[in-house]
């Protein structure tokens, strides 16, 4: 299987398993995306682009790579409106970012 093809297949499985998530936000009506990973969440802003995963800071940012899977799952979600959506109220904004980022955290093992 090429990368190609091997990357897309990726994409399917994490789209047909429901780990893309839109995170909205009432009554403002924001929205943040995440991606369920291998390693944990991810917190993924397609506009920028950006995404946590330790491919996208050192294989995208770096120059080595195009795109996280992540990124490309979050791409493919809402072309095709494959995604879980969460309604969160303003006011849990502060621990919604705490458990995400703790997440995110966790996934780089360190202290
Ligand atoms: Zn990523």
New binding site residues.
Partial sequence: MDPAERKRKVVEKILNEGRVKRHKFLPSGREIWS?V?TLGD?F?AEGQPF??????HFG?LGGKAA?????DAVRVAKRDRSFETLDIEDADYGRFLFLLTRSIHAQFGSK
Avoid: E, R
């Fill in positions: 991606v990973g991810q993924v995404c946590t995963c330790g491919h996208f995208v795109s996280c899977i992540h990124l």
